[in-house]
């Protein structure tokens, strides 16, 4: 993939951010982008640029985009989100590429997982509805201490599973309690659905606020007797695909088990089933990351009509610390015409 054209198709399709217009400091110069004159690694650099003397404001190519506080290429970016798409382990990444560090790809990773939490927050969509069934549960996540003993070192996870459509939700809470699992339940499911949990004390007010609330006793049987469609096997499945796949066996900190739950969460919902899950995630970054232009409000900005920039690559390990918007994504957006 040659750098020039991918850095064209980031500008083009709205991943990288047109500055182009009247300059939003002095309200006199044109915004225009500017070749700086260095080369690394073989790409050019280049950046925004005002061009009247007594203002001269320089604006960074990757200005309110995802690939914003990095001195990583952005076409080293896109391979790291490929592999986070397509679920290359991170230790294949790192042998193939050998530019990038360990911690480098834990980081960007990390920013991956946070769209997918951002995107969840976003939408909000409640999962059941009328004459749906959501099964709810709570299961403990972590490793016997020492092996030894049947006591549990980890966290507490409240989740639910549509039965039609196999939408689920997943919070890790602190307490089993009814003033915790509640307001999830209630945050999380639509209050026309009919709720199946097995007979734990902080749930028998849940009639009070869904359609229906069906039980099952699992100390005594694990479907009821009496109606063989009343049990909780499908979010019970869940938390053993969970536990097997979705959470890493070693080295996962408590606080990073929600961006995980999240990660799983958008995979099912918007990117399994698409034409292509990479288009898919990129539309999600787009609505994460929205770009803003340098243009006054009153003024409309020159249209561009040159080919996009080159990002220069760095060596630097990326920031921590990134920047979020909420905003519906550019409606050319469609990412259909452009070879992955």
Same mark, same amino acid.
């Given at each position: 993939?040659?750098?020039?054209?991918?850095?064209?198709?980031?500008?083009?399709?709205? !991943?990288?951010?047109?500055?182009?217009?009247?300059?939003? #400091?002095?309200?006199?110069?044109?915004?225009?982008?500017?070749?700086?004159?260095?080369?690394?690694?073989?790409?050019?650099?280049?950046?925004?640029?005002?061009?009247?003397?007594?203002?001269? @404001?320089?604006?960074?190519?990757?200005?309110?985009?995802?690939?914003?506080?990095?001195? !990583?290429?952005?076409?080293?970016?896109?391979?790291?989100?490929?592999?986070? %798409?397509?679920?290359?382990?991170?230790?294949?990444?790192?042998?193939?590429?050998?530019?990038?560090?360990?911690?480098?790809? %834990?980081?960007?990773?990390?920013?991956? #997982?946070?769209?997918? +939490?951002?995107?969840?927050?976003?939408?909000?969509?409640?999962?059941?509805?009328?004459?749906?069934? %959501?099964?709810?549960?709570?299961?403990?996540?972590?490793? #016997?201490?020492?092996?030894?003993?049947? @006591?549990?070192?980890?966290?507490?996870?409240?989740?639910?599973?549509?039965?039609?459509?196999?939408?689920?939700?997943?919070?890790?809470?602190?307490?089993?309690?009814?003033?915790?699992?509640?307001?999830?339940?209630?945050?999380f499911v639509h209050p026309e659905t009919t709720i199946i949990s097995d007979c734990w004390k902080a749930y028998?007010?849940?009639?009070?606020?869904?359609?229906?609330?069906?039980?099952?006793?699992?100390?005594?049987?694990?479907?009821n007797p009496e109606d063989r469609s009343v049990h909780t096997n499908s979010i019970e499945s869940q938390w053993?695909?969970?536990?097997?796949? %979705?959470?890493?066996?070693?080295?996962?900190?408590?606080?990073?088990?929600?961006?995980?739950?999240?990660?799983?969460?958008?995979?099912?919902?918007?990117?399994?089933?698409?034409?292509?899950?990479?288009?898919?995630?990129?539309?999600?970054?787009?609505?994460?990351?929205?770009?803003?232009?340098?243009?006054?409000?009153?003024?409309?900005?020159?249209?561009?009509? +040159?080919?996009?920039?080159?990002?220069?690559?760095?060596? +630097?390990?990326?920031? @921590?610390? #990134? @920047?979020?918007?909420?905003?519906?994504?550019?409606?050319?957006?469609?990412?259909?015409?452009?070879?992955?």
């Amino acid at each position: 993939m040659a750098t020039n054209n991918f850095s064209d198709y980031l500008y083009f399709k709205g !991943l990288l951010g047109d500055f182009s217009g009247v300059c939003s #400091r002095c309200n006199i110069g044109e915004v225009t982008k500017k070749y700086d004159g260095k080369s690394r690694n073989g790409e050019n650099t280049y950046f925004w640029r005002c061009n009247y003397h007594k203002c001269r @404001k320089k604006i960074s190519l990757k200005r309110d985009s995802f690939f914003e506080k990095s001195q !990583l290429s952005c076409q080293d970016v896109f391979i790291l989100i490929c592999g986070f %798409v397509y679920k290359f382990p991170q230790y294949t990444i790192h042998q193939t590429y050998k530019k990038f560090a360990s911690h480098t790809l %834990v980081d960007w990773y990390n920013f991956c #997982r946070d769209v997918c +939490s951002d995107i969840l927050l976003i939408d909000n969509k409640k999962i059941g509805g009328p004459g749906h069934v %959501v099964e709810i549960d709570e299961s403990k996540f972590g490793k #016997r201490k020492y092996d030894r003993g049947d @006591k549990v070192d980890g966290v507490w996870v409240f989740g639910g599973i549509d039965r039609q459509t196999r939408e689920t939700f997943f919070q890790v809470v602190k307490h089993r309690s009814a003033e915790t699992l509640i307001p999830i339940l209630v945050e999380f499911v639509h209050p026309e659905t009919t709720i199946i949990s097995d007979c734990w004390k902080a749930y028998k007010n849940i009639k009070n606020q869904f359609f229906q609330h069906l039980t099952v006793n699992h100390s005594i049987h694990f479907v009821n007797p009496e109606d063989r469609s009343v049990h909780t096997n499908s979010i019970e499945s869940q938390w053993h695909v969970l536990k097997r796949t %979705v959470i890493p066996a070693f080295g996962t900190r408590k606080h990073m088990y929600d961006s995980y739950f999240s990660n799983y969460c958008v995979r099912k919902r918007y990117l399994e089933g698409s034409e292509c899950q990479l288009k898919a995630f990129l539309k999600l970054i787009n609505r994460v990351y929205p770009l803003k232009t340098c243009q006054t409000p009153s003024t409309t900005a020159a249209t561009h009509t +040159s080919p996009g920039p080159s990002i220069s690559p760095g060596p +630097s390990r990326p920031s @921590k610390v #990134r @920047k979020k918007i909420v905003s519906a994504p550019p409606e050319d957006s469609d990412f259909s015409d452009y070879e992955y």
